[in-house]
C-alpha cells in the first residue's frame, strides 16, 4: 500500500524560485491536506481541499497556491520562495468523517 | 481560537519508568482529540484517539483519556521502552473549524521523548 506519497525528499531553492511539491494518495480519500512542521511551533496548516476542484486556506497560506483536478493529487506551489519557508511539508489525507488522516513521510525544504 | 498546549519537553526517562505528557486544549465545538507520533525521519503516525468525553483511547500500551470537565487528554504509559523514542503531538479535530472539516488538525508544540536503556 503506497498510502500518501510526496516528491521530492530533499529540495534547496535560491530566494525568488518557484517551484511545486507533489504529493499523491491512493486511498480515494475526499480531505487532502498541506502543513508545515518547523521547530519549537508543531504543524500549522497551510491549505486543505474537501474535494476535487475544491480548496480553502488554512492558517498559513501566505506565499502558497493549491489546486485539486483529480481526487488522488494535491499539489502545493511556492511561486517565489522566501527563507521564512524554510521547513517541513507532510502533506495528508483522510476520508469524509473519518477523524485519522494520514501523513507522507514529508519535504524539507531549504530557502538559501 | 481552538489551540493545543502541551507539556515543553525533551523527556529523558530510563527504560520502564513511567510516562505523562500533559495535553489541555481549547476548542469552540466538540472536537475529537489524537495523539501522533513521529519516529526520527518519518511521517506522524495516529497513535490513539478518542472522539467524545469520557472515552479512552489506547494504543501499544499508550493510553489517554477525553476529560471535558478539565479540557484534557494527557498519554499515559506505565513502562516505556527505547523503541518509544519519538516526537508525540497532542491534537484535536473541530467540526467548528475550516469550513466543518473534520479531516484538519490543529497541533500541540511536540514533546520529544528519549528513553536510555
Known amino acids: 500500500n503506497a498510502g500518501v506519497t510526496q516528491t521530492p525528499k530533499f529540495q534547496v531553492l535560491k530566494t525568488g524560485q518557484s517551484m511545486t511539491l507533489q504529493c499523491a494518495q491512493d486511498m480515494n480519500h475526499e480531505y487532502m491536506s498541506w502543513y508545515r512542521q518547523d521547530p519549537g511551533m508543531g504543524l500549522r496548516l497551510i491549505h486543505y481541499s474537501v474535494g476535487a476542484g475544491i480548496t480553502d486556506q488554512g492558517e498559513v497560506p501566505n506565499g502558497y497556491n493549491v489546486s485539486r483536478s483529480t481526487t488522488e493529487d494535491f499539489p502545493l506551489r511556492l511561486l517565489s520562495a522566501a527563507p521564512s519557508q524554510t521547513s517541513v511539508y507532510f502533506c495528508?489525507?483522510?476520508?469524509?468523517?473519518?477523524?485519522?488522516?494520514?501523513f507522507g513521510q514529508g519535504t524539507r525544504l531549504t530557502v538559501v | 481560537g481552538d489551540s493545543v498546549t502541551q507539556m515543553e519537553g525533551p523527556v529523558t526517562l530510563s527504560e520502564e519508568a513511567f510516562l505523562t505528557i500533559n495535553c489541555t486544549y481549547t476548542?469552540?465545538?466538540?472536537?475529537?482529540l489524537f495523539w501522533y507520533v513521529q519516529y526520527p525521519g518519518e511521517g506522524l503516525q495516529l497513535l490513539l484517539k478518542a472522539t467524545k468525553a469520557d472515552d479512552k483511547g489506547s494504543n501499544k500500551g499508550f493510553e489517554a483519556t477525553y476529560r471535558k470537565e478539565t479540557t484534557s487528554f494527557h498519554l499515559e504509559k506505565g513502562s516505556v521502552q527505547v523503541s518509544d523514542s519519538a516526537v508525540y503531538f497532542c491534537a484535536l479535530s473541530d467540526p467548528m473549524n475550516y469550513g466543518g472539516s473534520q479531516g484538519n488538525l490543529i497541533f500541540g508544540k511536540g514533546t520529544k521523548l528519549s528513553v536510555k536503556p
Open positions: 495528508a489525507s483522510s476520508l469524509v468523517g473519518d477523524t485519522e488522516a494520514f
Open positions: 476548542a469552540t465545538g466538540y472536537p475529537s
